[in-house]
């Protein structure tokens, strides 16, 4: 199979499929490397917890899909780490997000939300990406991080120039990873001659004081990555979010009728449209059965986040959208050791913009123009969303 057929624009479609005829399905990506496609719910979930199956890109074997190719200063993250590396830094990172501190940062979320639909006026038209469900995250995860305002456009245009690369131009994404790699060597240096009360500045001391608590490496790349997914995922979150409401009017006016259900929603909204189409890439340590086929060791395996949460086998009716559903045990955020270290924070920012949103514009609708979706087998977003209100 090859998996850029229909998997942009109609993934449910081909999940379904897969999901009913070879669940566990060896695919050919656009490089000519080759992976093991994951799409049932329970396969899935047990994949997604299987210390056998490694994120470090060192067991992979060659002629594998390995995700993106980044210097050492910005790979030594997150999502290329097993433990006891990967134990000892999302322990650090997490401080960042703890409920409390994440409680913390709603009011200024709202504020933000607030400031953003002010510039829309009483009546008109806009893309709801590029005036709301964008802006919003960058500067809620710049803010905590502290990245001053003059560089958060350009972190957005290189995000989304990885998050979706255009093959014709495959300098771009290169240019992307050089920029970003200079935008972090340049404010890691400032923060460490002026500490300030940020994020990143708490990191650069524990880092300092405590040299075999975070290195320099991981220093810099854990940075990019709460950066990066602070940003990307959060604006699909959102995106995603407002779009299925919009083409579900009665679910739309359920939930305008009892605002307080927004947090429950939330969770069946990123369930029915998520943020990944996949979860980040993993290598069987050995080999592994998955579903009856077996893998073997050092091969690259992809599990379907989105697949996993329309199995009609966990979430009954799973192409409805119905926000009175239990959506708890969903995958779109990951399960495991690897769940998203951010999802307090997303979770909070996706639920504010919606009740702002819907607050402040009650006629809210599509307006005319094609949806595009992202052209990423990964991340699931739209390119815009074209909204009157």
């Known amino acids: 199979m090859e998996p850029a057929d229909g998997l942009i ?42 210390p056998r199956l490694s994120l470090d890109k060192r067991h992979a074997s060659d002629g594998t899909y390995k995700g993106f190719s980044l210097p050492p200063a910005l790979d030594a993250n997150l999502l290329n780490m097993d433990p006891p590396d ?45 005036a709301y469900a964008a802006p919003l995250p960058i500067t809620v995860i710049c803010d ?15 995000t989304d120039t990885l998050v979706a690369p255009d093959p014709a131009r495959p300098e771009a994404a290169r240019d992307a990873v050089a920029a970003m790699l200079g935008f972090f060597t340049d ?18 001391a524990v880092r300092d004081e405590d040299g075999d ?67 980040i890439r993993r290598f069987p340590v050995e080999d592994v059965t998955i579903a009856g086929v077996t893998v073997p060791a050092g091969e690259t395996v992809l599990v379907s986040l989105s697949a996993a949460n329309r199995d009609p086998a966990r979430f009954p009716d799973p192409d409805r959208l119905d926000l009175s559903r239990d959506a708890a045990g969903h995958l779109a955020l990951g399960h495991g050791i690897h769940y998203c270290l951010g999802a307090p924070l997303a979770r909070a920012e996706t639920e504010i913009a919606l009740t702002a949103l819907l607050e402040r514009f009650p006629e809210l609708a599509l307006a005319e123009g094609e949806l595009e979706w992202r052209p990423s087998l990964r991340a699931r977003g739209l390119l815009a969303l074209p909204v009157r209100y």
């Open 86 to 130: 990967h134990t000892r830094i999302r322990r650090l990172a997490g401080r960042a997000f703890t409920p409390r501190r994440v409680q913390q940062l709603r009011e200024p979320i709202r504020r933000t939300a607030d400031r953003l639909l002010d510039a829309f006026g009483p009546h008109g038209t806009t893309d709801l990406i590029a």
């Open 144 to 158: 905590l991080l502290g990245v001053p305002e003059s560089r958060r456009l350009d972190f957005r245009i290189w």
């Open 9 to 50: 624009d109609h993934p449910y479609d081909v999940y379904r499929r897969l999901r009913d005829t070879a669940p566990v399905h060896r695919i050919t990506g656009p490089d000519g490397t080759h992976a093991w496609l994951v799409t049932r719910y329970e396969d899935a979930r047990a994949a997604l917890a299987d």
């Open 213 to 279: 608590r975070l290195s320099e490496d991981e220093l810099m790349s854990l940075s990019f990555l709460i950066l990066f997914a602070g940003y990307e995922n959060t604006v699909q979150l959102i995106g995603n979010a407002v779009l299925a409401l919009l083409q579900h009017p009665d679910q739309l006016a359920a939930l305008r009728k009892d605002p307080a259900h927004i947090p429950a929603a939330v969770e069946e909204l990123v369930r029915y449209e998520g943020p990944a189409l996949l979860a």
């Open 187 to 204: 404010l890691l240096a400032a923060k460490r001659a002026e500490p300030a009360e940020d994020l990143l500045s708490d990191l650069i």
